[in-house]
């Protein structure tokens, strides 16, 4: 560092001390250790500079003439240095290479450092270097060949001197803030190959000198404020090849002039304000590979003789005011990439022959029309390598043809705001590589094709505004890669294909204003990375499926579909409502499942088919008998009970024993019952229906030994597991016992049937007793609070069990002969395939009133405390002799908030049913109450657990036990 401060101090001085200071310095590592000082050098790529060296020459990036060892280049590209660029450098005087493109440089450019006296190439490129440029920078440029400022920050005018260097080749000021007019001797620098202006704020006029640039390689003034003519003079730049003077304001037409410059390769003058007709002459300009005029004001038919530019690759002549169609001569130009002929005024048919292979007819008429050189066509194989073909915003007409299908290396085509009439042609399927497709804004009809699932690529899909009727292809989930489908403003129809729910990639989807219908797959809400979806002005129904977008998507978007429901329409779906206040009050037949024993006493049949039970599976509303035939009954018992296993079969031997027979079924019965298995014979018969609920009707049958069972025949049987699962679940129920549980006794499976068979209890639904005024008895105080207390009993006791009820309901507690309450149907939610909140909301729906609002609110789980709500409203219902929802002649009052509003006002008392006034102790009936409130609370967690339910209810009683006894 001491050596550092040393050679500040040295060089300072040097212009007066001179490099004689120290002898044994070389004056290279010199300058670079000064200019190095200068410098901060994060990534450390400096290191192998050291001062002790006595050369440089083996320092990275730095290169000596091997006789001499002078420094000549020096090479730091990409360095990631920043700072300043010191006078160090100016030391280096055999230098002929300083290049530092690619650093972090800032400051401004010393005058000094063109001044070196062998300096041929000056790279500053891409660095932040600023401020004008001194006008003495060029003053001595000697031998500069090459100076490159390219995209730094640099400003002011570009000095005169420039115009000095006489033996520069290549000007690169591009990407800086120069402004004013080039200096005019620049445009005389004969020895020019290359000048680059792009991206300044130069203005003026290309002089008529330019014609002396005969070396001129290459010109770009793209994105500058020149303005006028071209001058007549560019066409003697014969060595030209690449002209791009894009974005400024040239006006008028081409000169002919260039017609000369057969080598120019790419010729791009896009955003500028050239006008008149294409001159025929651009087909002289053989070498054209890009030629884009787009977004000027060229107007009048295309030239026929393009089709002489048969290098062409990129052909733009969007946004102009083209009109006609499209020249034939097209066809020859067979190495087109990109075709974009947008935003004109061109009309006529879609030319097939753009797309079809040899169309030799066109083109020999074609040949005879222009009698040039068109006859070195080549293979006629049209334009099979075009990417891109932009047609938009014409005045096309006609339909699309078929032969689109060839165009197999087209990624982008945009056939939008046209007038193109019929059908999107089927062979849109073999484009495997089109990326984007649109066809909106056209008078397409007929459907979407299938075959879009074949052009697998597609990430952007748009189609809209035409006449398009049918469905949405379901094939649609081929195109997995697609972000964007619009197809908004025609006539589909039908669903949203559930399909759609695959397409992880699309953000912006837009259906609206069709006729789709039907309900929104649920699997819509699974796109992870949608950002807009309009389903709005269609027919579609039913819940908005929740979860992802689906919480936040905006009113508008989901719009104009009168039957859809969910809170983004700000309409509730009725199937959901915690208090299902819309179903029809008349349905109520679930509400029967109970037993009734007056009904069939005298329906006792008993078939006597031998060693088989014959069941009449009476299934909905078949009218009489169906025999299901048993050939492999088993009687088993369960692990937990003793019994008598005894194997049946259709005949007497009974190792024969079908067991794959549709007909065969297995009957497990949980206890030994010697007369159920000599000889069992069952029959389920209509007229012995007690009842119907949500998982299947109740018959009541008698065994052979007399004993009546109830058998619940499940209706669910597409849904129920596999037989090894259903076994498990109902052997699980099996085993719970409890004097207030109806006792499972066992169970039939078939593939297409199942039972289960219950112990039968006599005395009917609780609701009976409430609500039928001539199938129930009146039931006095204490018999309600028996049935409530036996009923949280027997909850807590499955609770303990870790079996949730699920369906709670006055038509599911029935009443033994000696009153006791004995709940039934409880768990069997387990037998079905999936524990779903649908499929319980929807089986469990008809326990109108009884489901726990967790059921509609999808983020909350549901636990063992939706029976814990059901047991409350239950309680309410015991109390007050009301159903839980009750439809009076224009409205609907709901017990709990009915109560509740009550206890409120302070008349609670006036709730309790009319049949028990005056026979009632108020200090246990108005506690009752209270519970049965706490219980229904809407947060689960807020209620108790059955277990402190039958502890209260026991507190409750405690006080008047014993006076009460003989109520
Ligand atoms: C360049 O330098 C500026 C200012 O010192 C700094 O903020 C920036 O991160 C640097 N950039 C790079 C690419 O090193
Ligand atoms: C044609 O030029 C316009 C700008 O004038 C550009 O937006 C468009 O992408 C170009 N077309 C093709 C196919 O490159
Ligand atoms: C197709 O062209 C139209 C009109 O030129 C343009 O608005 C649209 O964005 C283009 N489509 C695609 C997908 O780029
Ligand atoms: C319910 O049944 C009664 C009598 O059977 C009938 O008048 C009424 O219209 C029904 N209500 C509904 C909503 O169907």
């Known amino acids: 560092m001491k050596l550092l401060l040393v050679l500040f101090t040295v060089f300072a001085l040097a212009p007066i001390l001179g490099r004689s200071l120290n002898p044994s310095l070389n004056d290279d590592v010199l300058g ?149 007019p080039v200096p005019a001797g620049v445009w005389s620098l004969n020895g020019i190959r290359s000048l680059d202006l792009y991206g300044n704020l130069l203005k003026g006029e290309i002089p008529k000198a330019i014609e002396g640039l005969n070396n001129l390689r290459a010109i770009n003034l793209g994105k500058n404020r020149f303005s006028g003519l071209l001058p007549d003079g560019i066409g003697s730049c014969l060595l030209l090849r690449f002209i791009d003077l894009s974005e400024n304001s040239f006006t008028g037409n081409l000169p002919q002039t260039m017609q000369k410059l057969g080598l120019c390769d790419s010729l791009s003058l896009q955003k500028n304000l050239f006008a008149g007709e294409l001159p025929e002459w651009i087909g002289e300009m053989k070498s054209l590979e890009t030629l884009d005029l787009s977004s000027n004001l060229f107007s009048g038919q295309v030239p026929s003789s393009l089709g002489n530019l048969q290098a062409l690759k990129v052909l733009n002549f969007s946004s102009n005011r083209f009109t006609g169609g499209l020249p034939k001569s097209l066809v020859y130009c067979t190495n087109l990439l990109a075709l974009d002929f947008s935003k004109n005024s061109m009309e006529g048919d879609l030319p097939a022959w753009i797309f079809k292979a040899g169309l030799d007819a066109v083109l020999i008429s074609e040949k005879k029309l222009s009698g040039n050189s068109l006859s070195s066509s080549p293979t006629g194989t049209a334009l099979q390598k075009l990417e891109v073909l932009d047609l938009s915003g014409n005045g096309f007409s006609g339909e699309i043809t078929s032969a689109i299908g060839d165009l197999s290396s087209l990624h982008v085509l945009n056939l939008s705001c046209n007038s193109l009439v019929g059908p999107v042609p089927v062979t849109i399927g073999e484009l495997k590589a089109l990326v984007i497709l649109d066809m909106s804004e056209n008078g397409l009809n007929g459907s979407i094709p299938l075959e879009i699932g074949c052009a697998f690529s597609l990430k952007e899909l748009r189609l809209e505004k035409n006449f398009l009727t049918g469905k949405i292809p379901t094939s649609i989930e081929n195109c997995s890669s697609l972000t964007t489908l619009i197809v908004s403003e025609n006539r589909l129809a039908g669903p949203i294909p559930a ?21 929104l797959p649920k699997q819509l809400a699974n796109l992870p990375n949608i950002l807009s979806f309009n389903i709005s002005h269609n027919n579609l129904q039913g819940e908005l499926p929740s979860g992802g977008f689906f919480n936040t998507i905006s009113p508008s978007s989901v719009s104009g579909n009168p039957s859809l429901c969910g809170s983004a329409v700000n309409k509730s779906c009725p199937a959901v409502l915690p208090k299902p206040i819309v179903l029809n009050p008349n349905s109520t037949s679930d509400s029967t499942t109970g037993a009734l024993p007056s009904k069939f006493g005298h329906k006792r049949i008993i078939l006597s088919i031998s060693a088989l039970i014959a069941i009449g599976a009476a299934a909905f509303i078949v009218i009489g008998v169906i025999a299901i035939t048993v050939l492999n009954l088993r009687v088993r018992t369960s692990t937990s009970r003793p019994a008598a296993a005894i194997t049946f079969s259709g005949g007497d031997d009974f190792s ?39 998982f299947g009707a109740v018959y009541r049958t008698v065994l052979r030994d007399g004993r009546p069972v109830a058998i619940k025949k499940l209706t669910v049987s597409s849904l129920v597991k596999s037989q090894q699962e259903f076994e498990r679940e109902v052997k699980k129920l099996g085993k719970v016992r409890h004097d207030n549980l109806v006792e499972i006794e066992g169970y039939y499976w078939t593939p297409s049937l199942q039972l289960i068979i219950y112990e039968y209890v006599a005395g009917g639904s609780l609701y009976k007793h409430l609500h039928d005024g001539s199938g129930g008895n009146f039931l006095s105080w204490n018999d309600r609070f028996n049935i409530i207390l036996g009923t949280a009993k027997s909850l807590a006791h499955l609770h303990q069990m870790n079996i949730i009820h699920y369906n709670i309901k006055s038509s599911n507690v029935l009443i033994s002969s000696s009153g006791e309450p004995k709940v039934g149907d409880f768990g069997l939610a387990r037998l079905l395939p999936m524990l779903d909140r649908y499929v319980l909301s929807s089986k469990i729906q008809s326990a109108l009133g009884y489901m726990a609002p967790e059921f509609a609110c999808k983020t909350v789980k549901i636990t063992e405390k939706c029976d814990v709500y059901g047991f409350g409203v239950l309680v309410l219902e015991v109390v007050t002799g009301k159903r839980p929802v009750e439809y009076m002649e224009d409205d609907v009052v709901v017990l709990c908030d009915m109560v509740r509003g009550a206890l409120e006002e302070g008349r609670v008392e006036e709730c309790i049913d009319i049949r028990l006034q005056g026979s009632f102790p108020a200090e246990e009936a108005i506690p009752v109450m209270k519970l049965g409130l706490i219980c229904t609370s809407q947060v689960p967690s807020n209620r108790p657990d059955m277990g402190e339910v039958v502890n209260i209810l026991e507190l409750i009683r405690c006080p008047s036990e014993g006076q009460e006894e003989s109520g």
């Not at 091997?66 to 420094?71: G, Y």
């Not at 399909?499 to 309900?519: E, I, R, Y």
Request: aromatic share 6%; net charge neutral; charged share 20%.
């Open 499 to 519: 399909a759609v729910g695959k397409l992880t990639n699309l953000q912006n989807v837009d259906l609206s204003f069709n006729n789709l219908s039907g309900g």
């Open 32 to 180: 670079l250790i000064v200019f190095r000082a200068d410098i901060q050098d994060p990534k450390g790529k400096l290191a192998s500079w050291n001062e002790d060296d006595d050369t440089p020459c083996g320092w990275v990036g730095v290169k000596c003439n091997p006789r001499s060892n002078a420094v000549i280049e020096l090479n730091l590209d990409g360095f990631s240095l920043s700072g300043h660029i010191g006078r160090g450098l100016l030391q280096l005087q055999s230098l002929r290479k300083l290049s530092l493109s690619n650093n972090n440089l800032t400051g401004s450019l010393s005058a000094k450092i063109a001044h070196i006296d062998n300096l041929r190439v000056l790279d500053v490129s891409q660095n932040s270097l600023s401020g004008p440029v001194p006008e003495e920078f060029f003053r001595q440029c000697g031998s500069l060949r090459v100076i490159s400022l390219a995209n730094n920050k640099f400003s002011g005018k570009i000095p005169e001197s420039l115009s000095s260097c006489a033996s520069l080749a290549t000007i690169d000021l591009s990407l800086n803030q120069f402004s004013g």
């Open 656 to 694: 024969n024993s079908p067991t794959t027979d549709a007909n065969s079924g297995k009957l497990v019965m949980f206890s030994g019952d010697p007369d159920f298995s000599t000889g069992a014979h069952a029959l389920l018969n209509k007229d012995c229906e007690l009842g119907r609920g949500g």
